[in-house]
């Protein structure tokens, strides 16, 4: 079984808002200060604090000591192929998440 197809098995594990909260990291919020990460998704309606929890638990994200967001370069490619594949008519938009790092400062 190819890598690729595994990690799309346990990516099938997750609940919706983890998938969602998987989704944003993999296509924009990769390498941020997870507490402006939390604030953000906050604001989406997400229980961030969980949703990134349960992702560090199953090893899709990480948290360095610096407390920023790392995830390994396959997570992050499979996670934009299933952006592409879903949403194949919009194309992905990182201004959506620049324009609001503007405001915090961490």
């Not at 969980?50 to 948290?63: E, H, K, P, T, Y």
């Amino acid at each position: 079984m190819e890598i690729t197809n595994v990690l799309k098995i346990s990516y099938d594990g997750l609940d919706d808002t983890q998938k969602m909260i998987f989704l944003d990291i993999a296509c924009f919020l990769k390498g941020k200060n997870v507490e402006a990460v939390t604030t953000i998704l906050d604001g989406s309606e997400f229980n961030a604090e969980s949703g990134i929890n349960a992702l560090v638990d199953r090893r899709f994200i990480a948290i360095s000591k610096d407390k920023m967001i790392e995830m390994h370069d396959l997570l992050t490619q499979m996670g934009k192929e299933i952006v592409y594949k879903e949403c194949p008519n919009e194309p992905l938009r990182e201004a959506d998440y620049g324009d609001i790092w503007m405001f915090i400062k961490y």
